[in-house]
């Protein structure tokens, strides 16, 4: 019901005329076109996120860098970790080495004193051919097959040479000799007597090595 309506109607109060009022212009009233060109104007609310948006980006690029340095220095402490235990792994490697090194020379002095106490008879017997005087060739022999055997047990063991055939890996040849009674490589004499420890070979027997003519 318009106004004019309300004007006409002499039984409608004040307060109702209002109310119609109100409602025609809540539903007639014109846009104004002034206000269309401002809300897409450069102050619009799209101008002014993006403006936003752009003012933002120095504070993402202060975010990398802090990244970067987070991630620097996480970097070099793990550095410095595997710098620390590279470190105590060489320190524990000198002082194995150096274990070992004492220990070596240790077994090594206790197998020298064993075998200085296991020859010591030896020495004795020497002695006591010595002072008997006159023919001492029984005594030397039966101290030579002492030490013989004392030697023996800690894995000495003399190299065949007389009536063998030359091996270079425990012979050496001073001389060669032409024989018709025996084979070409024939060693036929001996001038030094060699010897064998525990399988290697510690010394060459110098031998004399028979040719054909």
């Known amino acids: 019901m318009s106004s004019e309506e309300n004007k006409r109607d002499p039984e ?14 809540a539903e007639g009233s014109p846009v104004d076109p002034a206000s269309l060109e401002n809300s897409e104007g450069p102050g619009a609310p799209g ?25 620097l220095e996480a970097t070099r402490r793990e550095r410095d970790q595997y710098l620390d235990a ?23 002095s206790m197998a020298s004193e064993r075998l200085v ?10 002695d006591r051919a010595l002072e008997a005087g006159g023919d001492i060739r029984e005594g030397v022999q039966a101290t030579r097959d002492q030490l013989a055997d004392v030697l023996g047990d800690e894995g000495l063991l003399p190299v065949a040479s007389d009536g063998q055939i030359f091996d270079p890996n425990v ?13 070409e490589g024939t060693i036929i004499q001996t001038f030094q007597r060699g010897y064998v420890l525990n399988g290697k070979p510690i010394r060459a027997a110098k031998v004399v090595v028979a040719k054909q003519v």
């Open 117 to 126: 106490q296991e020859l010591l008879p030896v020495l004795d017997n020497l």
């Open 171 to 183: 012979h050496e040849a001073v001389m060669g000799q032409f024989s018709e009674e025996h084979e």
């Open 47 to 71: 101008d002014t996120e993006v403006e936003s948006a752009s003012d933002e980006e120095p504070g993402l690029g202060w975010d990398e860098a802090t990244v970067l340095s987070v991630e």
């Open 86 to 108: 590279l470190r105590r792994l060489k320190a524990e490697f000198e002082n194995s080495r150096k274990r070992q090194e004492r220990e070596r020379i240790r077994i090594l």
């Open 12 to 25: 409608l109060g004040d307060d109702a005329r209002q109310e119609e009022e109100a409602v025609e212009e």
